[in-house]
């Protein structure tokens, strides 16, 4: 029987996959307990564009908690912000196995409405 986590890494992997031969910038996001966190990663993958997380002093200081939906809305918005600023819009969203629930779509609906496309 697979654990959880395998199960999780096993569908990141094949969503990789797929994202890779399109040749898309990756918005990847990985998730604790504690904090969430948003990397943009070149088509190559072999180099982060911009990241943004609960874990960034800034951040931290107007939230109480990193776990939550409303600090994941946080997250999106400021990875947005990054990408324009870099000029990128269309990306591929990696949620890395984890269900588009709660705290995932939480970043992804802000991200979007930040103005990327996925």
Do not use: W
């Not at 504690?34 to 951040?59: K, N, R």
């Amino acid at each position: 029987m697979k654990t959880k986590k395998e199960a999780r890494l096993r569908r990141a992997r094949q969503t990789r996959l797929r994202i890779a031969e399109q040749r898309a910038t990756r918005l990847t996001v990985s998730r604790s307990n504690a904090h969430i966190y948003a990397q943009l990663i070149a088509p190559s993958g072999d180099q982060v564009l911009a990241s943004a997380s609960t874990a960034e002093a800034d951040v931290r200081k107007e939230l109480k908690n990193g776990g939550t939906r409303g600090a994941a809305t946080i997250v999106g918005k400021r990875i947005a912000e990054r990408a324009k600023a870099l000029g990128i819009e269309a990306v591929a969203f990696d949620r890395a196995g984890f269900r588009f629930h709660g705290r995932v779509k939480a970043l992804a609906d802000a991200a979007r409405e930040g103005g990327l496309k996925f």
